[in-house]
């Protein structure tokens, strides 16, 4: 699994990033109707493949299915209504969000590509019902997730990397801390860095 992925909430977002070196981007649209959600999906796939990079689609299964996605990234409240069986059959693979052992539990049922911890630190990215869950908590996650690779996200920082990958996370989901940048390209090009040394 790559260690530096992506979160957008933008196809233009994701076309001005992806050229950075980013291998790993999850394109995360919220609140825009079904036909521009599928637009945006079917630039994101074809942008994607030209430049290598594996596109994640979050929330739109059905879409990810529809368009010939083969990624897709499930939270919770949407593993309820996915088509998990129609998802193996057409060979997509699922990462799944995790916030508890009950809900870890439940994912790794699943035969996940990856499950996700966060926050682990806190996030001013939107208000969560779960406090910071902390490098202990990841420790105590990879372990119980074995072989299946584990994402943190939540708060990430580079500074904060080392102790995340040190506490066993796979992979360091980021949004904010380049979202936020003022200049978003460089500070891309500094977490691939990162992520690679």
Known sequence: MERFYLIVGHVGRLELLVPQGVRLVQLRIKDQPDAEIRRQIARAR?????????????????AALDLNCDFVHLGQEDMDSADFD?????????????HDEAELERALALDPAYVALGPVY??????MKWAPQGLERLCRWKARAGAVPLVAIGGLTPGRLPGVFAAGADSAAVVTDIQSAKDPEAQTRAWVNACQS
């Open 46 to 62: 074809d942008f994607c493949a030209v430049y290598g990079a594996q596109l994640v689609v979050n929330d739109h299964w059905q």
């Open 86 to 98: 129609a998802l193996r059959r057409a060979g997509v693979r699922y990462g799944l969000s995790t």
């Open 122 to 127: 806190p996030t001013l990215l939107k208000q």
